[in-house]
């Protein structure tokens, strides 16, 4: 299973990569976010335990439990990765409106 | 409490004290904090002459071999007396300086903060944390002397302050880090009573690269120019940062150092050279100056220089000479400083040029100036006289050294001569803004003005006639030998030197008509040039590196993303081998799991392939809840709740957003969305699939690499129910185990929220016609209406259950910020805010961010580790149980809740956002 994880990483990667290199900045920001969903998908996969039960004490002696470490990395990673997207729609939602335009090629005015 | 609170305790006061007090309780309140400190680390003089050093140590990251630890002998004792004592006094004048309530409130932040940073340096019992000390009052001093940042000279001054500071503080900190590998050990108690030093082969460069630190923040020559150009900074700061306390780190590091490093020649020779070089060159700049503050700095150059040389003798000297010359030289410069501050207030100008005869409307400040100039002068019964004896007297091993002393002597009496007459006394100058008859325009001081400075040459004078009582057992605990300190030491050859000194001086005052003449002004030093010729090279690399850039976004992005390839791929490559594929499905929960990975992998490819934004959107957030049921199947309960909120919230960011944006400027980018040449595209795919490639492999190996027993996540598990009584495992590692990764973690999301709101909502200009939504139907209202009271109370469920199962603190902010975001949908911007005029965002996340840290704070007051887990242990129905993770949660309930508002009300907001 982990390994199927690994090989829609790479997709959705290669997917969010494409998105990210489109000259319209919304499509940019998309292909960011693909990249966040991509990178937690990983992190998933990178735990310790095949799990079949959620990580709660009660279960312990049940069996198998989900890799709990992994679970909280992520949740610190979900939520930056969410304040990141909002900073990015913000600067997007502003050079919009300066350049009246979501193409990236033609901002051209912060040049050196 | 001890003297672990005293350095943080400015800082703290400088950020609770509020800014608009009425300006007298303010200075008084301040100054009495900094003159409770004084009195405070007074009761420690008796304890360090009896018990020794007072060490306190507390492990911070012990790997590195860093340590919170204080170390209090009678040296830093010292230091700490001058910091908290002459801050006593700037703090005091401070208050009477500033007319406006808003500067005022900013530099008293600034150098509350700085004292703490300073005493931080003297009290640090580890190199490291000293190091880090250093380099604050480094920055602090950048901020202070570019505190009118609207002046250009205030802003090159603060930067070459910075640039040579800071320069100086990276060979420091190579140097110290060599120290502590030579040493053994980074503690200073250690270093001290080390004797690895002697003969190891770092102590030359060690040394070298210390003293070029030291040197750096002392303003030896030839890096002494920075000074000068940091008298931009308001006088209070020049009198406190850059005469009384920030300069003298440096000597205070080569006297903390002395007895370690203070024997070898490479020492004696450097610090007895560049020492007597500034001493010299100071005090002839001091001369030529026109500008009074600039007179002064050189003056403190030539100070300086004169301390540095004292710890240049061997078998300590020079130790004594410099204990005082550090004391008195902190009491006189910081009350001439404050003069020459009160005489600028008071006339509009600081030039010498242009001042004369102030006598008759600033007698005070006349008679502060002559007392504290003729300390400077050594002039006895001051204190100043007692340290130019000592200095001549331990001088006298060294004939050429004694030249040069005797004529920077004689060139500091010319220059305090000349200063108290000029200014006060003096014929008021032709063309002078003081001159005439009512003095129209001077600027009335407020009286309380002068009793900082008054205080402070009082000392002076106390201090001199009384030096034995005073001085002589603040020093006493540094000196070995048995030492004789006294104002009349006898007619001895120093006493000769010194009263060959006396008329030089004031010959040269008297005959300066002859040789004033041919003073040109003189502001810029060789070293400043040589600043500004290295300044130039740099900026001209930068050029030609500019130019390699080309402005596309994309293709910054391909240089970095084919990097990372290679490095991921090439990893990944490495570590692939050896291992087994396993495709086996585990049940029915791996398939479904598929099936949403397959569905997730389609949408996103949709929301590439859809030109409308919109659709793109949707296809994305059919994605983000696809990954979600992932996260669900894994099963991570947690993980997949808090994944379908944020991408919920995302989306309806994402859509407001899209509506903020007009259509036709998105339409340009659209129409243009596959770029205009077919091998632009086909480089876009090869680009994605070698990424994709490059991570797929790399997520591979990190798969097949996975260790089988992962010992941590196992103690996590074992210790979750005993030691918080959390079934949630995840929920007690986010909340406990890795309490401070949360802590960080709001704050940046408080601090993305701040920053998008800054991004958007900046003009405030409110002309906007309210719009009505056109979702705003009665159905829809009452929905809103009810929406928002039960998300708060699923909230609260969250907060108070976040232990037993999925939802913490973060999804209670985000379920609330939905219930908000439905009526910014539903209600339009202008309802909301007049309906929901209670939800103040910026208020919420300060209280949430100070709620958690008060929160994790409190067990230290008991003696527990900073977050330590406490439980109430109130009986409680329901399965309930109170515990200080409750608050905890709470607080980042609140900081997430304001967060999520606060973007929320930035990108809804309807106002054209002014262009830039």
């Known amino acids: 299973m982990n390994v199927i994880f690994a090989i829609a990483t790479g997709l959705m990667f290669a997917l969010g990569v ?57 949740l610190t990673a979900i939520v930056i990765s969410f304040g990141s997207y909002a900073i990015l729609l913000g600067l997007i939602a502003i050079s919009a409106r300066r350049y009246n335009t979501t193409d990236s090629d033609t901002m051209d005015q912060l040049k050196g | 409490m001890g003297i672990e609170m005293l350095s943080v305790t400015p800082a703290l006061v400088g950020l609770i004290v509020p800014r608009k007090l009425p300006r007298a309780l303010q200075a008084w309140l301040l100054a009495g904090l900094a003159g409770g400190l004084f009195v405070w680390l007074l009761t420690y003089l008796p304890i360090i002459q009896s018990q020794g050093p007072v060490e306190i140590n507390c492990a911070w990251v012990p790997e590195l071999g860093l340590t919170l630890s204080l170390y209090l002998d009678g040296l830093s004792l010292l230091f700490a007396l001058i910091i908290t004592g002459v801050g006593a006094a700037i703090f005091l004048y401070t208050g009477y300086y500033f007319d406006d309530v808003q500067e005022r409130g900013r530099f008293y932040t600034l150098i509350l903060t700085f004292m703490s940073a300073m005493l931080a340096l003297v009290l640090a019992g580890n190199i490291l944390t000293l190091f880090i000390a250093w380099e604050l009052t480094s920055i602090l001093s950048f901020l202070l002397i570019s505190f009118h940042s609207e002046k250009e000279a205030a802003r090159t001054g603060a930067l070459q302050a910075l640039i040579i500071t800071g320069g100086g503080g990276l060979a420091l900190f190579v140097g110290l880090l060599l120290l502590g590998s030579a040493a053994g050990s980074t503690q200073i108690s250690a270093i001290l009573t080390s004797d690895a030093l002697h003969d190891h082969p770092y102590t030359i460069p060690l040394t070298i690269l210390i003293l070029i630190g030291c040197f750096s923040k002392s303003a030896q020559f030839p890096l002494h120019f920075w000074l000068p150009g940091a008298m931009s900074a308001p006088t209070p700061a020049s009198g406190y940062l850059h005469s009384a306390t920030m300069v003298k ?42 500008d009074l503050k600039a007179a002064l700095a050189y003056s403190t150059i030539s100070q300086l220089g004169a301390l540095t040389a004292l710890f240049a003798l061997p078998e300590g000297e020079g130790i004594k000479a410099a204990l005082v010359g550090v004391i008195a030289h902190s009491l006189y410069k910081a009350a001439l400083f404050l003069t020459v501050g009160a005489v600028e207030h008071h006339t509009g100008t600081r030039s010498l040029l242009a001042l004369g005869g102030l006598r008759r409307t600033m007698p005070g400040w006349a008679l502060i100036t002559i007392l504290a100039g003729l300390s400077m ?184 993303l084919g990097a990372m390839t290679l490095l991921m791929g090439t990893a990944g490559l490495t570590h692939i081998s050896g291992g087994t594929f396993h495709f086996e499905f585990n049940g029915s929960a791996d398939i479904l799991k598929t099936m949403f990975l397959v569905v997730a992998l389609i949408a996103m490819f949709a929301s590439i392939l859809y030109k409308r934004h919109l659709l793109a959107a949707l296809a994305l957030g059919v994605a983000g809840y696809s990954i979600g049921g992932v996260f669900l199947l894994e099963p991570a309960p947690d993980v997949a709740l808090v994944q379908f909120l944020v991408e919920t919230i995302g989306t309806v960011l994402l859509i407001v957003m899209l509506s903020k944006i007009n259509a036709p400027a998105r339409e340009t980018a659209i129409s243009r969305l596959w770029g205009t040449s077919k091998a632009g595209l086909i480089r876009d795919i090869v680009i994605s699939a070698a990424v994709g490639i ?27 129910l005993p030691e918080l009584e959390f079934p949630d495992i995840v929920g007690a590692i986010v909340t406990d185990f890795r309490g401070m990764d949360t802590i960080i973690e709001i704050s940046v999301f408080g601090m993305a929220a701040l920053g998008v709101f800054t991004l958007l909502a900046w003009n405030s200009a409110e002309n906007d016609t309210p719009l009505i939504s056109r979702l705003s139907t009665p159905l829809t209202r009452t929905v809103a209406r009810i929406v928002l009271p039960f998300a708060l109370l699923l909230a609260l469920a969250q907060l108070l259950y976040g232990g037993d199962g999925p939802g913490d603190g973060f999804t209670a902010g985000v379920t609330s910020g939905l219930g908000v975001a439905l009526w910014y949908i539903v209600f339009g911007y202008h309802e909301t805010r007049q309906r929901l005029a209670w939800l103040r965002p910026r208020r919420l996340i300060g209280a949430g961010i100070l709620l958690v840290v008060v929160n994790a704070a409190l067990p230290m007051l008991f003696g527990q580790p900073f977050l330590a887990h406490t439980n109430f242990d109130i009986p409680l129905p329901a399965h309930l149980h109170l515990s200080s993770t409750f608050i905890y949660e709470t607080g980042i309930f609140l900081t997430v809740f304001g967060s999520t508002s606060m973007v929320l009300e930035a990108i809804a907001h309807p106002r054209e956002i002014e262009a830039l």
């Open chain 2, 377 to 560: 002068a050594g002039v006895p019964p001051l204190l100043g006289f007692v340290a130019k004896e000592a200095l001549l007297e331990a001088m006298l091993s060294a004939p050429l050294a004694l030249v040069i002393v005797v004529a920077s002597a004689v060139m500091t009496i010319g220059m305090a001569l000349i200063l108290i007459w000029k200014v006060f006394f003096g014929a008021v100058p032709e063309n002078s803004p003081i001159h005439a008859d009512a003095h129209p325009h001077l600027h009335t001081l407020p009286s309380a003005l002068i009793l900082g400075p008054a205080a402070l040459v009082v000392i002076s004078l106390l201090s001199g006639v009384l030096v034995e009582p005073i001085i002589a057992p603040v020093i006493a605990p540094m000196l070995e030998h048995e030492f004789h300190l006294a104002l009349f030491s006898g007619f001895n050859f120093a006493f000769f030197l010194s009263l060959i000194a006396l008329p030089g001086g004031i010959m040269l005052f008297i005959t300066r008509p002859i040789w004033i003449r041919d003073v040109v002004l003189d502001r810029t030093s060789q070293g400043a040039a040589a600043y500004r010729r290295v300044i130039g090279v740099v900026e001209g690399v930068g050029d030609l590196v500019l130019r390699s850039q080309g402005g596309k976004i994309r293709y910054y992005l391909i240089v970095i």
């Open chain 2, 694 to 720: 490059g991570v797929t492999l790399f997520a591979l190996a990190a798969v097949l690499n996975r260790p089988t027993h992962p010992t941590i996540t196992e103690w996590h598990i074992a210790n979750a």
């Open chain 1, 18 to 74: 494409f998105q990210l290199l489109r000259r319209d900045l919304i499509k940019t920001a998309m292909g960011f976010y693909i990249l966040f969903t991509a990178i937690n998908l990983l992190f998933i996969a990178v735990g310790g335990f095949n799990g079949i039960f959620p990580a709660y004490s009660q279960n312990v002696e049940r069996g198998a439990i989900s890799d709990p470490l992994v679970q909280a990395l992520l």
């Open chain 2, 249 to 290: 780190a440096g000597i205070y590091l080569l006297a903390r150092l002395y007895p370690v490093l203070g024997e070898t020649a490479l020492w004696q020779n450097a610090l007895l050279v560049v020492g007597l070089i500034t001493m010299g060159l100071g005090a002839l700049y001091a001369l030529r100056q026109t």
